[in-house]
């Protein structure tokens, strides 16, 4: 396709802004969509409308709120500040901070359905045998989820690599920091005779897109072939 | 005297009760359907925990509610062979035959994966997928599932219903040699009056 370095830069700095956002957001996301697939609590209906937020707010308020929280007086990023002397404002970890919220409803979700398609009366059989309940999880639960967890990686990372709106809100159009792939898109549109280089670019974004979705849509039929196998079972 | 049991479960409307002591041999729960029987065979196993009562096998404690006892169900060596069987779908039969039995600690291991293989004639199946399995050979692999994790006794909730006739028989004369040769106790759900005269069983009913 013949890309400039510093165009094959923002690639990667894209891919590795999304590989972040991803492993920062697949602890939380799994542990939510156990929450809401496995336990009954009270206030779980307002925890599913919360972690479903940033899929239904503007990016652009998800990306204030971020400011917010994490600017150099929020909640977040003042102690963050003075303990580690740390801060993602402008930095491309701030970019995948603001991926991570991005993705997070997504990965829920897929991760969430694929729990609730364990069979639950396997669980039960394997505590019979002398599995307390963490053997049980990793050896039962986990492993019959993972295709959908994967699934749910592969979503997110998808979702994470579009993620404009939030990001440059969040922390600005640097090059060589914030600017992932999307991002440069924008500010190749705004120079006059930049067209080959934001078509090169979208054409780009629309094939790691197609890659993602594809990986993910073969991921959730195994688990569901899987799924059909083990009713045939019984 | 293997099974000593007492318990009340208050469901909905209803109440199911149960109370029994089992001799040697198979206990047959006997009754018509809606009885309470796989309830009977949930709350032994610790996957239903009882309203009230005391469950002893074998000396050892598994519930008493006066007493504050509820033992988890990975503690009370219930080899439960379901009527479901629920075999693990993404392990190998080998994986599924010893998946209670690396967990069993090494004196409650009475049976080895060789002998179980014989004693039901699997040994040709070891490396096939569950789901390639046929009903009889499905109902050995739980079967043995449950032995080779080291219980105490076995809970089997129906097992010739999912059957044909001779694979029934089959497996008649397998729990047999399993009271038998095994000496293992064996608490059996059944709504069979035939299938219950032929195990020669203790039979308590539930109405």
């Given at each position: 396709m013949g890309l400039s370095s510093e165009e094959w830069e923002i690639v990667l700095l894209s891919l590795r802004v999304s590989a972040l956002a991803i492993g920062l957001t697949l602890p939380f996301a799994f542990a939510l969509a156990w929450l809401l697939a496995r336990v009954r609590f009270p206030g779980k209906v307002l925890l599913d409308a919360l972690v479903h937020l940033p899929l239904v707010v503007p990016p652009v308020v998800t990306g204030w709120l971020l400011l917010l929280a994490f600017?150099?007086?929020g909640p977040i990023g003042r102690p963050l500040e003075a303990a580690f002397?740390?801060?993602?404002?402008?930095r491309w970890t701030g970019a995948a901070l603001a991926s991570a919220v991005m993705a997070l409803p997504l990965m829920v979700r897929v991760i969430r359905l694929s729990l609730e398609a364990v069979d639950r009366r396997l669980e039960v059989a394997a505590r019979t045998l002398g599995a307390g309940p963490w053997r049980t999880f990793t050896a039962i639960t986990l492993p019959l989820s993972l295709p959908g967890v994967l699934a749910g990686v592969v979503l997110g990372f998808a979702r994470s690599l579009g993620e404009f709106g939030a990001t440059i809100t969040f922390?600005?159009?640097?090059?060589?920091?914030?600017?992932t792939l999307p991002l440069a898109i924008y500010a190749a549109l705004q120079v006059p005779g930049a067209d080959s280089a934001v078509a090169r670019l979208a054409g780009l974004s629309v094939l790691l897109s197609i890659m993602a979705l594809v990986a993910s849509e073969w991921l959730v039929r195994r688990g569901a072939a899987g799924e059909v196998r083990a009713r045939h079972a019984l | 005297m293997p099974f000593d049991v007492d318990l009340t479960l208050r469901r909905g409307g209803k109440t199911i009760a149960a109370r029994f002591s089992g001799g040697e041999g198979i206990t047959a729960l006997f009754g018509?359907?809606?009885?309470g029987k796989t309830s009977v065979l949930d709350m032994v196993a610790g996957l239903v925990r009882p309203d009230a009562g005391r469950i002893v096998v074998g000396g050892e404690v598994l519930f008493d509610s006066a007493k504050g006892v509820n033992l988890p169900p990975e503690r009370r060596r219930c080899g439960y062979v379901f009527q479901d069987l629920?075999?693990?779908?993404?392990?190998k039969v080998r994986d599924n035959l010893l998946f209670g039995w690396r967990l069993a600690r090494p004196e409650a291991r009475w049976l080895s994966l060789g002998d179980a293989v014989d004693f039901l004639g699997i040994a040709h199946l070891l490396d096939r997928a569950p789901a390639s399995l046929s009903g009889g050979e499905a109902q050995r692999v739980a079967i043995g599932r449950a032995l080779l994790s080291g219980p105490a006794f076995l809970a089997m909730d129906e097992p010739l219903s999912s059957l044909d006739h001779s694979r029934r028989e089959e497996i008649l004369r397998l729990v047999t040699r399993i009271r038998d040769e095994l000496r293992l106790p064996i608490l059996y759900v059944s709504h069979d009056p035939a299938e219950i005269d032929r195990l020669e069983a203790t039979v308590i009913r539930l109405d």
């Open positions: 600017g150099p007086n002397g740390f801060s993602v404002m402008f922390v600005s159009n640097i090059p060589g920091e914030t600017q | 018509p359907s809606g009885a629920r075999l693990f779908p993404h392990r």
